[in-house]
C-alpha cells in the first residue's frame, strides 16, 4: 500500500450571494486583492418531512485582474458561482492565540447579477461605460504560474458537452 500516490486535487465550486460589500487594497508592491464572504444556502428536508434551510458563509479572496473585476462588478447581495481552490494561513489574534483561517482562493468568478446600466459611481468611483460590455465571467490571469505544466494543460482542456439521452 505505500505505493499508493494521494491524488493532489483541491478544487472547489460554490455559489452564493455576498453578505457585505468587498473590501480591495494592494499589496505593498501593488498587486490588487479583494476579500469578501458568500452565504451559501441548502435547502433539506428533515425527519419530520419539513424544509429546512442551512446556510453556509465562506471567505473568497482573489487577486489581480479578477480582484479589479470584482471590486467594480460587486457589492453585498450579488450573486456569484466561484470556481478556486481552498488555502488556508494562521494567524495570532489581539489575545494572541494562534487561529487558523480556511477560504477559497478564486480562480474564476461568474457573475450572477443582470448588469445594470448606469451613471452611478461603484466602488473605486469609476463609472460605467454605456456602450461598453464586460464578460460576466472573469478568471484570475496569475493563477497557473504555480501549476505544473501537466496541470496548466489540464485546466486549458474544455470538457466536452455530454450526450442527450
Known amino acids: 500500500m505505500a505505493d499508493l500516490k494521494m491524488p493532489e486535487i483541491n478544487s472547489v465550486v ?4 455576498l453578505t457585505r460589500d468587498p473590501v ?6 501593488g498587486t490588487p486583492v479583494v476579500n469578501f464572504c458568500i452565504a451559501s444556502n441548502r435547502k433539506y428536508r428533515d425527519a419530520a ?15 489581480n485582474k479578477l480582484a479589479d473585476s470584482c471590486n467594480n462588478r460587486l457589492k453585498k447581495g450579488s450573486a ?3 470556481d478556486g481552490e481552498l488555502q ?15 477560504e477559497i482562493k478564486a480562480r474564476r468568478i461568474q457573475f450572477l447579477n443582470k ?8 466602488h473605486n468611483n469609476s463609472q ?3 456602450n461598453e460590455e464586460e464578460p460576466s465571467s472573469v478568471e484570475d ?3 497557473d504560474k504555480f501549476l505544473t505544466s501537466e496541470e496548466s494543460q489540464l485546466l486549458k482542456e474544455q470538457p466536452t458537452a455530454l450526450p442527450q439521452g
Do not use: M
Open 14 to 17: 460554490i455559489a452564493g450571494n
Open 24 to 29: 480591495f487594497h494592494r499589496t505593498i508592491s
Open 49 to 63: 418531512n419539513q424544509w429546512q434551510e442551512d446556510v453556509c458563509y465562506i471567505g473568497i479572496v482573489a487577486w
Open 80 to 82: 456569484v458561482l466561484i
Open 88 to 102: 488556508s494561513h494562521l494567524f495570532k489574534n489581539d489575545e494572541g492565540q494562534n487561529r487558523s483561517v480556511v
Open 115 to 122: 448588469r445594470t446600466i448606469s451613471s452611478e459611481p461603484l
Open 128 to 130: 460605467c461605460n454605456h
Open 141 to 143: 490571469d496569475s493563477f
